[in-house]
């Protein structure tokens, strides 16, 4: 923000600067709209006009200013500052998916730069753009550059700004390379600047929100939390700003709901929705995502329907969630055909990465199980190239989940074992309350009762604490079934595959029929008679009736 030589006797002048400086910014924007409507405002003053309309949602009044500013700036023959205001007005526009217009003003700006001196930081404001516009691209090695660049500039003109949201596009264009761990130093030193408290308020919600975004695609869940908590805590400071407090409610939700807060997540994400409906669609969309992912894993299935259906009308893709619920309504073949159309259509690592868990979770419950592998080693591959320690357990619950179904218990157990010590240390309950869930019943399968019942009675507490009813009711059968199952310890794909078996099929029968392929039938039947230790088919069926399995 440059500072003014204008005249500020005028009440709602004076009136409006004081709001700015205290960051009351609907008074600002009040006062300073009538002072604007009584005309004579300088640039300096319609900036701040710009921002306070922009941090109380009132975006078409803060590009008007913008515009009246930048007037007003080289009327002035203030050049830089002219260029400035063009840079946030075309930023906005840019945002906003009006390309054209925003091409228009950048255009004009670097008309300008050319009469500008050559130390000026506003050079490197308008490489921002152009980085952006070559992550955007694909041009990933470009982005890179010209956002170094610009960050050289801030740093020689001693502009945090300008320095800040470099370094953060450095990182972002890092995390896209691969090179995982100089982005996260890249990001975290932007956001030591943020909260230091030197930047202005648009350029600080910006960076919050854009680096919080891109710790969650690289599943930073720590780091993630840890921003949040700081976003919250700015926005909390500011309780007439609408701009960025609702999105930042939608951040809070999505942690709340991880770390197993679930009303608190859904209080949340109601507020956030309210807060957004009006000012940002999308934000609105993901609040609502919020809200139907706390009420699915709650069981409350028809909130949580009508919360992804909101969400999807407002332009939100409402998947995984909606697959996983059409998964808890028993709908397999829905649900299956929903997560293979949305991989299908996702292309970029970020958007496969999201949707590739619950898809294996789906097939696996499809008893597809060559599916489920599959999709399990292309996110493993996803996952060596980002180091995620929220990634890794993932994999290793995926990968546990499919070697218990494959009747390979010891082994499962291993896996399951450490996503559920990495899901404890990030402080993620549900999630590793469902790892001990399946270690459970690796314990069942591998003849160790005891450790079953440890296993299941610690996982069932714990979805007991969250309100996790389909969890509790789930742990509860296996309980009930623990005697039964851990006397054959045939698992529950081996039972099924037990019972054609004793019904007369054949291996190609039972494949088309459980929809897996002949290979894995094959597998499951010399499993099943080692098990039972017996060597022929009729001897395995004569079991199954002695025992009430077929």
Request: aromatic letters at 6%; charged letters at 25%; hydrophobic letters at 45%.
């Amino acid at each position: 923000m440059t500072t003014e030589s204008g005249d500020g006797a005028k009440p709602d002048l004076a009136l409006g600067r004081r709001a700015f400086e205290e960051r009351r910014w609907a008074d600002a924007y009040r006062a300073l709209t009538s002072a604007s409507g009584a005309g004579g405002l300088v640039g300096a003053d319609l900036e701040r006009l710009a921002v306070a309309a922009y941090l109380v949602g009132e975006d078409d009044a803060y590009l008007q200013a913008l515009e009246q500013a930048h007037q007003a700036h080289f009327a002035a023959g203030q050049l830089t500052a002219a260029i400035r205001s063009v840079f946030w007005l075309g930023l906005r526009l840019m945002l906003r998916g009006e390309g054209g217009r925003a091409n228009g003003w950048l255009a004009r700006a670097r008309r300008l730069l050319d009469g500008a001196p050559d130390d000026c930081a506003e050079h490197g404001y308008l490489m921002l753009p152009l980085a952006e516009q070559c992550l955007a691209r694909g041009e990933v090695e470009a982005a890179y550059v010209t956002a170094a660049d610009a960050a050289a500039i801030g740093e020689r003109c001693r502009d945090d700004d300008l320095t800040a949201c470099a370094r953060h596009v450095q990182g972002r264009a890092c995390f896209v390379q691969k090179r995982v761990g100089e982005g996260l130093a890249l990001l975290d030193e932007a956001m030591v600047m943020v909260a230091s408290g030197t930047l202005s308020p648009i350029m600080t919600g910006l960076i919050y929100c854009s680096v919080i975004e891109a710790y969650q695609e690289i599943w930073a869940i720590d780091r993630a939390a840890e921003w949040t908590a700081a976003l919250s805590t700015w926005c909390e400071a500011q309780p007439q700003m609408v701009a960025f407090a609702g999105v930042c409610q939608v951040h809070r939700a999505e942690i709340l709901l991880l770390q197993g807060d679930w009303s608190r997540a859904l209080d949340e994400a109601k507020r956030a929705h309210q807060r957004c409906r009006q000012v940002n669609r999308p934000a609105a969309a993901a609040a609502l995502y919020q809200q139907a992912e706390a009420h699915r894993l709650r069981g409350e299935l028809t909130a949580a329907e009508h919360a992804y259906q909101g969400a999807s009308q407002l332009g939100f893709d409402p998947q995984p969630g909606l697959a996983l619920l059409r998964l808890a309504q028993g709908r397999h073949e829905t649900a299956v055909g929903a997560m293979q159309r949305s991989l299908d259509s996702a292309r970029e690592r970020p958007q496969r990465l999201r949707l590739l868990p619950a898809y294996v979770e789906i097939m696996l419950a499809a008893g597809d199980l060559d599916a489920a592998a599959e999709a399990c080693r292309e996110f493993k591959d996803g996952v060596d190239a980002l180091e995620g320690g929220a990634l890794r357990a993932t994999a290793a619950f995926a990968d546990g989940a499919i070697l218990l179904s494959k009747g390979e218990a010891s082994t499962a157990l291993e896996r399951l074992r450490l996503a559920f010590e990495t899901w404890q240390r990030l402080d993620v309950p549900y999630a590793a309350a469902r790892a001990r869930l399946l270690m459970g019943q690796a314990c069942r399968d591998m003849g160790d009762a005891d450790g079953c019942r440890l296993e299941l009675d610690a996982a069932r507490a714990v979805f007991d604490q969250l309100g996790a009813a389909p969890d509790v009711v789930r742990v509860d059968a296996l309980l009930s079934h623990s005697r039964s199952n851990t006397r054959h310890g045939l698992t529950p794909r081996e039972l099924q595959v037990l019972h054609l078996v004793a019904s007369g099929e054949t291996n190609k029968a039972i494949a088309a029929v459980l929809h897996l392929s002949e290979r894995t039938v094959d597998r499951h039947v010399s499993n099943i008679f080692t098990k039972l230790d017996v060597t022929t088919r009729t001897a395995a069926a004569a079991y199954a009736y002695r025992h009430n399995l077929a």
